[in-house]
């Protein structure tokens, strides 16, 4: 059977890893996908879907990451290799407020960035290259961590779209929001959730994030 997301200017059949994904969250269980980030090196994650998002660079999945690690991640479809059905069940709670399996295709959300004198203004100052940095931070930070050539990238990636620093720093602080969103979605916060959270914060440092 033919399974379909929607865009906003129409339908399209879905990938099959999307297609994988929402039947198995329709269910009512966590996936396990097997996720290529990059140089061909795979590795295992579990996931509860959650949209479906327009990147810059094709079609992302953002998930909830409950293995290895806890957080917030953005996978690109292109990258994922396979998709099976976990064992352990959604929460109750989860299965109530999941909309994956509506193939809705959003728009990555962004917070309104205003510059300090303009603080009085209700216009947002939220950019095209705000949500694309902001999308490619999420993508490389999918293991929680960058290497060389990701740093570059995003430094050069920076520049190219003419970011201001206020841009920059408000991607950062809201990434880090995320982070620890994710961290305490099912009410408790370990040592291995702040090891996390702490690396994370330690790559944003080689791209300029100032506390």
Request: net charge neutral; aromatic share 6%.
């Amino acid at each position: 059977m033919e399974i379909s997301i929607r865009h906003r200017d129409g339908f399209a059949e879905a990938p099959d890893p999307v297609r994988r994904m929402m039947e198995i969250t329709e269910s009512g269980h966590y996936c396990c996908i097997c996720y290529e980030k990059s140089r061909g090196i795979t590795h295992e994650r579990v996931v509860e879907p959650m949209h479906l998002v327009d990147g810059a660079s094709g079609l992302l999945v953002r998930a909830i990451q409950i293995e290895p690690e806890r957080g917030l991640r953005c996978f690109a479809v292109s990258k994922i290799v396979s998709v099976g059905r976990h064992e352990r069940p959604l929460p109750p709670k989860s299965r109530a407020r999941n909309t994956f399996s509506s193939g809705e295709v959003r728009r990555l959300p962004t917070p309104s960035v205003l510059p300090k004198k303009e603080s009085h203004s209700r216009s947002p100052w939220a950019s095209t290259s705000f949500t694309q940095y902001l999308m490619r931070l999420r993508e490389a930070l999918v293991d929680g961590r960058l290497d060389g050539d990701e740093i570059e990238e995003i430094a050069a990636t920076r520049v190219a779209m003419s970011m201001q620093p206020e841009q920059v720093a408000a991607a950062h602080a809201y990434l880090l929001g995320e982070e620890l969103l994710a961290m305490s979605i099912d009410g408790q916060v370990d040592d291995q959730d702040w090891d996390r959270f702490r690396a994370i914060r330690a790559s944003l440092r080689t791209l300029g994030w100032q506390e």
